[in-house]
């Protein structure tokens, strides 16, 4: 399940945002507790803009209601009708498709409930298993940005993918009655 971020969920956050290997191709990270808190506080303030433009998510688990995670959508062209998608999960539960569920439920919001036309996810080349998440997803390999982002201290390449809303709902399964 995906639901709105809550100061309640900082101790499960910081348990993966502070792990070098979870955040070993993510912008940001490892955090400080206090970087967390600031995340979380951010998260929160978004969620009361209006019109609502980012959407930073707990990834929950159905079962036992445990944070897991945390993912986005966020519209950076409304003019465009444009957003774009990330996900981070702690590293217990990398492997089990819940990357792929969360990517794809992102993606599945941004055009039916944000009538967005295009949506589209970076991932560091060397990150395969999120290339494999995105391409599960039914994100096109757009293109390899070269040394375009400055990250910790060093020029990092990027993997472009997308895909525009007639794609989405053209590649979904036709349900049966």
Wanted: charged fraction near 25%; include cysteine; proline fraction near 3%.
């Amino acid at each position: 399940m995906l639901r709105d971020l809550t100061e309640d969920d900082q101790k499960a956050v910081h348990s993966y945002a502070s792990d070098p290997e979870v955040v070993r191709y993510m912008d940001w990270g490892p955090n400080t507790e206090q970087e967390t808190v600031n995340f979380i506080q951010r998260s929160i303030a978004a969620q009361k803009e209006q019109p609502r433009m980012n959407y930073t998510l707990a990834i929950v688990l159905k079962a036992d209601n445990r944070l897991i995670g945390s993912c986005g959508i966020h519209v950076s062209s409304p003019e465009n009708k444009e957003g774009w998608i990330g996900y981070c999960l702690n590293h217990h539960f990398w492997r089990q498709g819940y990357a792929t569920e969360t990517a794809s439920a992102l993606v599945g919001f941004g055009f039916a409930q944000l009538s967005l036309h295009r949506i589209f996810a970076t991932c560091v080349p060397a990150n395969t298993a999120s290339a494999h998440v995105l391409e599960k997803t039914g994100l096109k390999l757009e293109g390899h940005l070269r040394e375009h982002r400055w990250v910790k201290g060093l020029w990092r390449d990027s993997l472009l993918y997308a895909t525009i809303d007639r794609e989405w709902v053209e590649s979904r399964p036709i349900k049966k009655a």
